[in-house]
């Protein structure tokens, strides 16, 4: 885990997300203190559990987008799911013990792409040796296993060197050898999602140790031998427990769980029928954020020191409609303000990947320049405050609709244009944008 103050990572975070210095300053303590945890004795730090937090605000003002980003800063195995996607125990849905599984498999991931570039250099050196002896004819290599003089051996390696020199050059891409390769056999999902989740088996990989693994000769060029060999001396070289133990220590220390539309399963209790979706999902989903033990195919995962971020905008409940113990695990509470035209303002130049420079670099592979002045951008931040305001509240999403309205002409006729510089003003934004936007009726459907 990297050691970033709060300072830092607030500044990270403000090259991509405007605004919401409240949430940011949240995010960032969270993430300092399991720096913090790390530097205790071990008696002590078993005791310190995270402080889980809650971002409330409507959609589109950044909730999701920086936990996303805090995860890559800090490079920590990050899930994010929707609350109402699971269900009480015993019901069709998936159980909210799913989201550690999911959580775990996207830190074997990381942790096996790490790896592998960390084996990469040494498979290469084996990959260039096995293609070399490829190369080499056959009847020159049978030709020289009969020899015992020390000549044909020392032949035999002068030959290997220049073959592997042009190997290196680039000089034999396109010959063809001949190799055996391995087919893979397509997997049978004999059981349904939630069997497969329930039984927690990973049957892909025991039909494929049942099934007999099916090989061919076949002649390639030495440019897709080199693909398939170094795989082969990659996969080779790894250490699967390690990378699997790895993983499931990092989900336990660093992983981070963002659980969104969290508003949708608060409510009061319900007095008919089973509650499948709203107080049973959170009955299932209070002894994770707790810390318990989730059953996976890699071991046992404990979920006492895993981050969990939820989110949710919170309109027709708060956050105290949620049951008591869950409440009580979500100690911080930070809101997300509605954004203003100068939030849209700034989300459209400031950030390195702001929606301008994305058309523009998107439209430079047509070989057309975009330049957009500086009074378009206020329009823009004009037409997507006045329809946030007038129809539903999307929050940054609008500017995604206002900007492709725009360029939709451009971007049509981009490879076909002779004129391939492109100035967007203020009258341009204007023309294209006034009559939908005074209509309402024609907003709400288009933009």
């Known amino acids: 885990m990297q050691a970033l103050t709060p300072r830092q990572i607030v500044e990270e975070l403000d090259r991509f997300i405007i605004g919401q210095k409240d949430a940011k300053r949240a995010v960032a303590i969270a993430i300092r203190n399991r ?51 699971y269900t009480e125990v015993g019901y069709h849905g998936r159980d909210v013990e ?69 190997l290196d050059a680039g000089d034999f891409e396109d010959r063809k050898v001949e190799m055996t390769v391995e087919q893979k056999v397509m997997p049978v999902q004999v059981f349904s999602n939630v069997g497969m989740e329930q039984m927690d088996i990973d049957m892909q990989r025991m039909f494929e140790n049942i099934i007999p693994k099916q090989t061919t000769r076949r002649q390639i060029t030495v440019k897709d031998a080199r693909r398939i060999l170094l795989d082969q001396e990659i996969e080779a070289l790894v250490d699967r427990e390690k990378i699997s133990q790895e993983a499931v220590q990092r989900t336990e220390e660093s992983g981070i769980i963002f659980i969104d539309e969290l508003d949708k399963i608060c409510g009061p209790e319900s007095s008919h029928g089973p509650d499948v979706s709203r107080q049973g999902v959170q009955r299932d989903l209070l002894p994770i954020v707790e810390g318990t033990n989730v059953m996976t195919r890699y071991g046992s ?36 303000q509605d954004l203003t035209k100068d939030d849209f303002l700034r989300i459209l130049h400031e950030p390195e990947n702001a929606l301008t420079r994305q058309y523009q670099a998107l439209l430079g592979t047509e070989n057309l320049e975009i330049q957009f002045t500086d009074d378009a951008i206020q329009e823009m931040a004009e037409y997507a405050f006045r329809v946030n305001k007038s129809t539903t509240n999307i929050g940054a999403r609008r500017l995604h609709t206002i900007i492709e309205k725009l360029v939709e002409d451009i971007s049509f006729d981009a490879p076909d244009m002779t004129d391939k510089h492109v100035r967007i003003d203020a009258e341009y934004v204007r023309k294209r944008l006034e009559s939908i936007t005074a209509d309402e009726d024609l907003s709400r459907f288009i933009l």
């Open 301 to 336: 995962v404990k979920t006492d020191h895993v981050l969990f971020i939820a989110a949710g905008a919170f309109h027709r409940s708060k956050p105290s409609d949620l049951m008591p113990e869950l409440q009580g695990r979500f100690p911080i509470r930070v809101e997300l």
């Open 98 to 166: 799913s989201m550690v599984r999911d959580l775990v498999e996207i830190a074997i991931t990381m942790v096996r792409g790490e790896e592998r570039v960390r084996v990469e250099e040494k498979a290469k050196e084996s990959t260039a040796d096995r293609l070399v002896s490829l190369l080499l004819p056959a009847s020159d290599d049978d030709g020289e296993k009969t020899e015992n003089d020390k000549e044909a051996a020392k032949r035999r390696g002068r030959t290997r060197q220049k073959l592997r020199k042009k």
């Open 35 to 85: 720096w913090r945890r790390q530097q205790l004795d071990d008696k002590l730090r078993r005791e310190v559990t995270p402080k889980n937090i809650i971002m409330i605000g409507p959609t589109g003002v950044g909730k999701t987008e920086i936990a996303r980003r805090l995860a890559q800063l800090v490079h920590a195995p990050f899930l994010k799911i929707e609350a109402t996607k």
